[in-house]
T-cell receptor
Framework: AQSVTQPDIHITVSEGASLELRCNYS??????LFWYVQSPGQGLQLLLK??????LVQGIKGFEAEFKRSQSSFNLRKPSVHWSDAAEYFC???????????FGKGTRLHILP | NAGVTQTPKFQVLKTGQSMTLQCAQD?????MYWYRQDPGMGLRLIYY???????DKGEVPNGYNVSRLNKREFSLRLESAAPSQTSVYFC?????????????FGPGTRLTVL
């Protein structure tokens, strides 16, 4: 069965430090890939998505993600985090081209001042 | 544009009671979705509607029913609430089916079943 794995439940980084959140998927072909962010008490907001072409994708709020087919990964990165980036981040995949997406369990990001 | 709106924001039910969660979008989207979010579980799809007049089950449909009232509105009904349905419920919408479309989420309904 298709699945999405976010191995880190919590990550803590200092403000200004770089960030990488990991995501691996299990699927035979290349799925559509997404990263969403959820601020406390809010709904989810799309950061970026990949469906074809350049494997390095730029998103909003200074985030980027790189699709690596050989590793079945789609890791999210940011060169320098801000306190406002504290939130929960969800990786998601769409495998059947039908807009039904499978979410990972999420990674909660904490920022140290 | 209000985007995706959900009512109510909070609700407490007793076991066995029924209720309907309302969702509306003003973006002229064709597809709409209901998810539940539980700690450590991410979001799980309950039901979705690819277009007006159609609905289909997601990953966790048991205990729920849905109605796609018109293009704008998609409601979720709990006929006989159980404590296991305590969760945060999110409605979402997207332009169409066919892949790689951004889903827009409402602010959520926090439901507690006693």
């Amino acid at each position: 069965a298709q699945s999405v794995t976010q191995p880190d439940i919590h990550i803590t980084v200092s403000e200004g430090a770089s960030l990488e959140l990991r995501c691996n998927y299990s699927y035979g072909a290349t799925p559509y890939l997404f990263w969403y962010v959820q601020s406390p008490g809010q709904g989810l907001q799309l950061l970026l998505k990949y469906f074809s072409g350049d494997t390095l994708v730029q998103g909003i709020k200074g985030f980027e993600a790189e699709f690596k087919r050989s590793q079945s990964s789609f890791n999210l990165r940011k060169p320098s985090v801000h306190w406002s980036d504290a939130a929960e981040y969800f990786c998601a995949v769409e495998v059947n081209r039908d807009d039904k997406i499978i979410f990972g369990k999420g990674t909660r990001l904490h920022i140290l001042p | 544009n209000a985007g995706v709106t959900q009512t109510p924001k909070f609700q407490v039910l007793k076991t066995g009671q029924s209720m309907t969660l309302q969702c509306a979008q003003d973006m002229n989207h064709n597809s709409m979705y209901w998810y539940r979010q539980d700690p450590g579980m991410g979001l799980r799809l309950i039901y979705y509607s690819a277009s007006e007049g159609t609905t289909d089950k997601g990953e966790v449909p048991n205990g729920y029913n849905v109605s796609r009232l018109n293009k704008r509105e998609f409601s979720l009904r709990l006929e006989s609430a159980a404590p296991s349905q305590t969760s945060v419920y999110f409605c979402a919408s997207s332009w169409t089916s066919g892949g790689a479309n951004e889903q827009f989420f409402g602010p959520g309904t926090r439901l507690t079943v006693l």
